[in-house]
T-cell receptor, first 110, second 113 residues
Framework: NAGVTQTPKFQVLKTGQSMTLQCAQDMNHEYMSWYRQDPGMGLRLIHYSVGAGITDQGEVPNGYNVSRLNKREFSLRLESAAPSQTSVYFC?????????FGQGTRLTVV | GDSVTQMEGPVTLSEEAFLTINCTYTATGYPSLFWYVQYPGEGLQLLLKATKADDKGSNKGFEATYRKETTSFHLEKGSVQVSDSAVYFCALIRDQAGTALIFGKGTTLSVSS
């Protein structure tokens, strides 16, 4: 019973490098989302998806792209990483109200 | 827009003390309300929830009551343990039909023995 699986758990990037954070859920949920967590800021919504091929921006979308090729997977891509994107990233999968979270990806951009 | 306001932390308590973490919200309609907990180095876990006014959510000795008249959802526990040390997030969903959770900024609780 995996729930929400995120990879990688840790990553260090140099400024300007790109990377993709992967997220998969096995709960057959339509709604998935990406958040970033920063000290004193709580969790802020980056992008979300209401189904395969349907995505939209959240509160802090700049510098991020997402892809939802199927119901199960929702990826977050940083095309050109910046130090301001140093954060902990969480993927969430949402059923009838309740959200289930992955374990997080701790990203450092140097 | 919708928002959630939590009391600032950190909250530092001795074991067996009474805990209250205040949470108030602003939202149109009738949101569902949640408390999530994040233990060190882990993701968020649902602690409890309430979906309509006057509902009381409870789990692991924690309780919170959905008060529409005061737009509040305060978290309480009668006797905290060291193992309760974590970050607690209050959150809402405006409706059930696939909208994002809106979080408060989190309150760090530290319990000492």
């Amino acid at each position: 019973n995996a729930g929400v699986t995120q990879t990688p758990k840790f990553q260090v990037l140099k400024t300007g490098q790109s990377m993709t954070l992967q997220c998969a859920q096995d709960m057959n949920h339509e709604y998935m989302s990406w958040y970033r967590q920063d000290p004193g800021m709580g969790l802020r919504l980056i992008h979300y998806s209401v189904g395969a091929g349907i995505t939209d921006q959240g509160e802090v979308p700049n510098g991020y792209n997402v892809s939802r090729l199927n119901k199960r997977e929702f990826s977050l891509r940083l095309e050109s990483a910046a130090p301001s994107q140093t954060s902990v990233y969480f993927c969430a999968s949402q059923g009838s109200g309740e959200a289930f979270f992955g374990q997080g990806t701790r990203l450092t951009v140097v | 827009g919708d928002s959630v306001t939590q009391m600032e932390g950190p909250v530092t308590l001795s074991e067996e003390a009474f805990l209250t973490i205040n949470c108030t919200y602003t939202a149109t309609g009738y949101p569902s309300l949640f408390w999530y907990v994040q233990y060190p180095g882990e993701g968020l876990q649902l602690l409890l929830k309430a979906t309509k006014a006057d509902d009381k959510g409870s789990n692991k000795g924690f309780e919170a009551t959905y008060r529409k008249e005061t737009t509040s959802f305060h978290l309480e526990k009668g006797s905290v343990q060291v193992s309760d040390s974590a970050v607690y997030f209050c959150a809402l969903i405006r409706d059930q039909a696939g909208t994002a959770l809106i979080f408060g900024k989190g309150t760090t609780l530290s319990v000492s023995s």
